[in-house]
T-cell receptor
Framework: QKEVEQNSGPLSVPEGAIASLNCTYS??????FFWYRQYSGKSPELIMS????GDKEDGRFTAQLNKASQYVSLLIRDSQPSDSATYLC??????????FGKGTRLHILP | EPEVTQTPSHQVTQMGQEVILRCVPI?????FYWYRQILGQKVEFLVS????????KSEIFDDQFSVERPDGSNFTLKIRSTKLEDSAMYFC?????????????FGPGTRLLVL
């Protein structure tokens, strides 16, 4: 059974600080990794995609991937109240099926 | 910016009734998906569709479910005889202009309530 593990939170971070979200996955053949943001009652919205080991930066967001450790993370710098949401770790298997984690609830404290 | 659209946004139905959820994927995408999310739970894969046939389906996608691309733009999910446990948010997604392993973009969802 392919699994994705995330700390469910809530993770509370002061406004302006760095939020760090972590994820481990069990499917070794996963090659593509996505982070989606989901506001309550809304659909997943793509934040970052990462395909190679290392870091990828896009604005305030940095994704980190370590395939050997089956670990992917997301850093959010200068956290804003609008970043308060559930963040979904989403490895994509060879069959193009996304196995979502349960998500980490992030709460940015004003 | 192109986006996936879904109709209706909300659907209430009686147990045992048939429902059809509709999606218009991003126009040049080739791969289409349905996911669902029961309230408070994680997003779950239902089915993927490419070249007018199902590519993959999950254990959830049993004989009560079917998908169709009736024309060049719509992608539908039919539930033949709804059960209470089918109540969920259903998301359509699309991807792939040139191959697999591309980002999946999600529609806004249809909230289905089975009474």
């Amino acid at each position: 059974q392919k699994e994705v593990e995330q700390n469910s939170g809530p993770l509370s971070v002061p406004e302006g600080a760095i939020a760090s979200l972590n994820c481990t996955y069990s499917d070794r053949v996963s090659q593509s990794f996505f982070w989606y943001r989901q506001y309550s009652g809304k659909s997943p919205e793509l934040i970052m995609s990462i395909y190679s080991n290392g870091d990828k930066e896009d604005g305030r967001f940095t994704a980190q991937l370590n395939k050997a450790s089956q670990y992917v993370s997301l850093l959010i710098r200068d956290s804003q109240p609008s970043d308060s949401a559930t963040y979904l770790c989403a490895p994509l298997g060879r069959d193009d099926k996304i196995i979502f984690g349960k998500g980490t609830r992030l709460h940015i404290l004003p | 910016e192109p986006e996936v659209t879904q109709t209706p946004s909300h659907q209430v139905t009686q147990m045992g009734q048939e429902v059809i959820l509709r999606c218009v994927p991003i126009s040049n995408h080739l791969y289409f998906y349905w996911y669902r999310q029961i309230l408070g739970q994680k997003v779950e894969f239902l089915v993927s569709f490419y070249n007018n046939e199902i590519s993959e389906k999950s254990e959830i996608f049993d004989d009560q479910f079917s998908v169709e691309r009736p024309d060049g733009s719509n992608f539908t999910l039919k539930i033949r005889s709804t059960k209470l446990e089918d109540s969920a948010m259903y998301f359509c997604a699309s991807s792939g202009t040139s191959g697999r392993q591309e980002t999946q973009y999600f529609g806004p969802g249809t909230r289905l309530l089975v009474l």
